[in-house]
């Protein structure tokens, strides 16, 4: 099968399921040296299929100081739909003859240091469906930071994507709804252990049972137009 029907075949079934976004990153062109993975996975499977789910600008407009319940569930169906269409889509790259490797929307592997297997968000940024924010997340130009991510690492036929520019400009909508002040004005200077802290508390306080929050995600809702 040619490169362009292959992709066709991807980023219909993905389009089916309600993504927002799609994507192909030559992990050659990331920094992977940090990925959590074996060197030989990265090795061959040197493709990662990017794709994003929109989040409800309902829910999220519930959120007030801290996060909610609503949120909560709503934070687990995403992360449970992404996972449902990642394997799926290695199924359907399976039956085009090649490998495929999803990974999970949400799965610590080293808890000490809170990492997942690779980072979705550099992946999604070199598969050009977005660019890292002043909030640190990836900002898509149509729902700004309101999508959530997952990553299928295959060696099929694919065409890969280009990165996009950063498209913040002047807005600063995160920076002010951060409860961590977490936010300064490059993604290079958000302060991590200050976010985590602030999630650990929202989470003794009970208001939920996972380190979530949504503030910053409810606060970028993308500006122009895809
Ligand atoms: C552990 C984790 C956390 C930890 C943070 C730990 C950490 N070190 O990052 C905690 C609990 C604090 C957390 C908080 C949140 N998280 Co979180 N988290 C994860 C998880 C499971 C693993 C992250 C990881 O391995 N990080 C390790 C570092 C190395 O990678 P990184 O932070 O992703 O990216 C850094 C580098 O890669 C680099 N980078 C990124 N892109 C690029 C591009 C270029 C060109 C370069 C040079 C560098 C570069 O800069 C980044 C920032 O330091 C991911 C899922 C995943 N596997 O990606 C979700 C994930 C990153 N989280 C997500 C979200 C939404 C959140 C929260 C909003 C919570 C919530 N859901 O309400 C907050 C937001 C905090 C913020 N503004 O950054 C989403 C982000 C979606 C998006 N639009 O970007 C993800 C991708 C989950 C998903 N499936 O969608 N999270």
């Known amino acids: 099968m040619a490169f362009g029907s292959n992709r066709e075949a ?17 992990l050659s062109d990331i920094r992977t040296d940090d990925f959590l993975l074996p060197e030989r996975t990265v090795r061959d499977l040197p493709l990662a299929v990017s794709i ?9 407009g519930t959120l ?9 569930h709503h934070y687990r169906q995403v992360n449970f ?7 799926d889509l290695a199924n359907l790259i399976q039956n085009l003859g090649a490998q495929a490797l999803p990974i999970a929307a949400s799965q610590l ?15 999604a940024v070199g598969a050009g469906l977005g660019w890292l924010g002043r909030n640190n997340l990836l900002v898509t130009p149509r729902h700004g930071a309101q999508v959530r991510l997952v990553t299928v690492l295959t060696d099929l036929g694919l065409a890969p994507d280009h990165a996009m520019e950063n498209g ?3 807005c600063r909508a995160c920076v002010a709804a951060c409860p961590a002040k977490a936010i300064s004005d490059t993604p290079a200077e958000f302060k991590h252990l200050d976010c985590f802290t602030k999630l650990k508390e929202f989470q003794s306080r ?17 500006t122009r137009d895809a």
């Not at 007030?64 to 909560?72: G, I, K, R, V």
């Not at 592997?109 to 992946?123: A, E, F, I, M, T």
């Not at 996972?210 to 809702?221: D, E, T, W």
Request: glycine letters at 10%; hydrophobic letters at 35%.
């Open 109 to 123: 592997v080293d808890w000490q240091n809170q990492r997942g297997h690779l980072s979705h968000k550099r992946v």
């Open 206 to 222: 009970r208001y939920v049972s996972q380190y979530i929050c949504g503030l910053c995600v409810r606060a970028c809702g993308g």
């Open 168 to 170: 913040c400009g002047s």
């Open 52 to 60: 994003a789910l929109h989040l409800s600008p309902a829910v999220l």
């Open 10 to 26: 991807l980023e219909e079934l993905c389009r089916s399921r309600g993504a927002v976004g799609f994507g192909v990153c030559q």
């Open 81 to 87: 739909a992404l996972d449902r269409l990642a394997l």
């Open 64 to 72: 007030e100081d801290h996060p909610n319940q609503l949120y909560e």
